[in-house]
């Protein structure tokens, strides 16, 4: 089992910057997809980003404004969001499932693993 724990949420004003970090509990190898969703109210969760290896995927919404990024050493991926926008307002999520995939990452119903959630508020 993975635990996983998100942090860096917070308020922050359009056009600014948050980084979020996500701890597991216990080394994940190469093969692990590292994921980032986001909920909002009354929406269903959607797919943000995600990373397997060296490998980078993200939502056409947030391309060129947010990076993925994994810290192996200390078993911490992190999302670097710029340029933020009220529409990214939401509780992000980090998920993990324990292999590598290049198609179905996209999907929150294929990552067994979820952290709890840290909220993400973007004022105009």
């Known amino acids: 089992q993975v635990q996983l724990v998100e942090s860096g949420g917070g308020l922050v004003q359009a056009g600014g910057s948050l980084r979020l970090s996500c701890a597991a509990s216990?080394?994940?190898?190469?093969?692990?997809?590292m994921g980032w969703f986001r909920q909002a109210p009354g929406k269903e969760r959607e797919f943000v980003a995600a990373?397997?290896?060296?490998?980078?995927f993200y939502a056409d919404s947030v391309k060129g404004r947010f990076t993925i990024s994994r810290d192996n050493a200390k078993n911490t991926v992190y999302l670097q969001m710029n340029s933020l926008k009220p529409e990214d307002t939401a509780v992000y999520y980090c998920?993990?499932?324990?292999?590598?995939?290049?198609?179905?990452?996209?999907?929150?119903?294929?990552?067994?693993?979820w952290g709890q959630g840290t909220q993400v508020t973007v004022s105009s």
């Open positions: 998920a993990a499932r324990g292999f590598s995939d290049y198609s179905t990452y996209r999907e929150p119903g294929q990552y067994p693993y």
């Open positions: 216990r080394r994940t190898s190469s093969t692990y997809t």
């Open positions: 990373v397997t290896g060296s490998t980078t």
